[in-house]
C-alpha cells in the first residue's frame, strides 16, 4: 500500500506540532524549576525602588546638599555615591575603582557624617547598609549594628567568600534620607 501525498504531509505537521509543542511544555517546566531571587537594591524591594527611583534620587540630593558623607570599607574610602548599580559585574574585571574592597573573614566599614555648614559630626544617623551577593540572595547580610565613636560609625562584618558583591543601604539622619549603592568584589 502505498502512503498518499497529503497524508504524508499532515504526518510531517503533526510531528512538526508535536515537537514544537514538547519544546513549549519542556521550555516551562525548566523554567518554573529554577529559582527566582528578588533583587534589594536599597532595602526594598525591586517592585518599591522601580515606582520610587526618581524621588530616591532627589532625596539624595538634598541629602547631599546637607551632609558630607563617606565610606571607608577594610581602608578604601568612597564617597557617596549610586551611579554603580548602571554597571553590570562584568565591569569589575577591568579597572573599576570600587575593585577588590572586601575580602572573605572580617571587614571594616567606616562612615563619616558631617553637617555641611557646621563642620560638625552627626550622631543621631540610622545606618543600614545590606551586602547581597550579585546573582542570588541566600547568602545576604544585613548591617545595622553601627557604634558611634571618635566622630564615626564603625562596625565589622563577616564575609563568608569571595566573589561579586553589591553593598547597598541607606542613611537616615532626622528626615532626610540618602541612598549608596556600590560593585565590589571580595578576593
Do not use: C
Request: aromatic share 14%; net charge positive.
Amino acid at each position: 500500500m502505498k502512503i498518499q501525498k497529503y497524508k504524508f504531509w499532515l504526518l510531517f505537521f503533526f510531528l512538526i506540532f508535536g515537537f514544537t509543542f514538547g519544546m513549549i511544555i519542556w521550555t516551562i517546566k525548566s523554567t518554573i524549576s529554577e529559582p527566582v531571587y528578588e533583587d534589594n537594591s536599597f532595602l526594598s524591594s525591586y517592585h518599591i525602588v522601580d515606582s520610587n527611583y526618581n524621588s530616591m534620587m532627589s532625596d539624595n540630593k538634598e541629602f547631599l546638599k546637607l551632609y558630607n558623607i563617606s565610606f571607608d570599607i577594610n581602608g578604601h574610602e568612597v564617597g557617596f555615591v549610586v551611579r554603580d548599580i548602571f554597571l553590570g559585574q562584568r565591569s569589575l574585571e577591568k579597572n573599576h575603582i570600587h575593585r577588590d574592597f572586601l575580602r572573605v573573614g572580617q571587614n571594616s566599614i567606616k562612615v563619616s557624617i558631617k553637617d555641611k555648614n557646621s563642620s560638625k559630626a552627626i550622631s543621631n544617623a540610622k545606618i543600614e547598609l545590606l551586602l547581597t551577593r550579585a546573582i542570588e540572595n541566600n547568602g545576604d547580610i544585613e548591617i545595622k549594628d553601627f557604634t558611634f565613636k571618635d566622630n564615626l560609625y564603625s562596625t565589622v562584618t563577616k564575609i563568608p567568600f569571595k566573589g561579586h558583591w553589591n553593598l547597598t543601604g541607606r542613611v537616615i539622619v532626622n528626615n532626610n534620607r540618602g541612598y549608596f549603592f556600590i560593585k565590589t568584589n571580595a578576593k
